[in-house]
Each structure stands twice: as structure tokens, then as C-alpha cells.
Nanobody, 133 residues
Framework: QVQLMESGGGSVQAGGTASLSCTASGATFFRYSRSFCLFWFRQVPGAEREGVAGTYTGGDGPYYADSMRDRFVVSFENYNTLRLQINSAKPEDTGVYYC???????????????????????WGPGTRVTVSS
């Protein structure tokens, strides 16, 4: 059982950079010889949740939603922290950013990114990013 907590949200000027972190507790991403699908999603006002990026502790990834490929970067900061960097932030990026995890789903990881995270069982509470112009 892994618990997730996002941090790093807040205000950023348009064109600036935001750096978000997802920290695991209870279990870590690598410590117990288990492989996890890990994701970042976001929900902007007036829209449904959408995928940003994903990776797999077993070796696959990172990978990105097509619309996120140019400005978003996901990486591991350490054994229990996953980072999302938002470059050249736009006001349209304003919203709540969530990390999520799943232990070795039989379908693999990548389909969840496209469906907005439907079916994923473990989520952080989210962190809000506000981009001002």
C-alpha cells in the first residue's frame, strides 16, 4: 500500500516554470521490489481530468500525452519522489495536478494516461497551480 502526496503548487507567472513533486509513503516506488505505474494528471476548470505524463518503475517511460510533450517533463528526484516540471507555463495550465499509482496492472501502464486515469486506485489529494498573465 502506497500513499501519495503532491507538493509544489502555487502561483507562477506565464512563461515561468513550475516544479511539482509527488512523494510516496507507506511504501516507496522501488524499495520492496515491486513495480508501479506512476502518473501525473491534471484537471483544469470546466474540463474533465486529463493525462499529463506517466512512467513505470520497471523501466518503461517516461511518456507523455501528445498535448503535453513539448512543455512537461517527468523525472525521479529520488527513490520515493516523482517530479513534474512545467516549462513555459500558460494561464491555460491553471488547475489541480494529481499524481497516481497502480501496482502492475495486467493491462500495462500506458492506457490509463489516455483515459484520464479511469480505473486507477491510488491518488494523491492534488496540488493547485495558478498561472497568471
Amino acid at each position: 500500500q502506497v500513499q501519495l502526496m503532491e507538493s509544489g503548487g502555487g502561483s507562477v507567472q506565464a512563461g515561468g516554470t513550475a516544479s511539482l513533486s509527488c512523494t510516496a509513503s507507506g511504501a516507496t516506488f522501488f524499495r520492496y521490489s515491486r513495480s508501479f505505474c506512476l502518473f501525473w494528471f491534471r484537471q483544469v476548470p470546466g474540463a474533465e481530468r486529463e493525462g499529463v505524463a506517466g512512467t513505470y518503475t520497471g523501466g518503461d517511460g517516461p511518456y507523455y500525452a501528445d498535448s503535453m510533450r513539448d512543455r512537461f517533463v517527468v523525472s525521479f528526484e529520488n527513490y520515493n519522489t516523482l517530479r513534474l516540471q512545467i516549462n513555459s507555463a500558460k494561464p491555460e495550465d491553471t488547475g489541480v495536478y494529481y499524481c497516481a499509482a497502480e501496482y502492475e496492472p495486467p493491462t500495462g501502464c500506458r492506457p490509463y494516461l489516455a483515459n484520464g486515469g479511469r480505473g486507477l486506485s491510488t491518488w494523491g489529494p492534488g496540488t493547485r497551480v495558478t498561472v497568471s498573465s
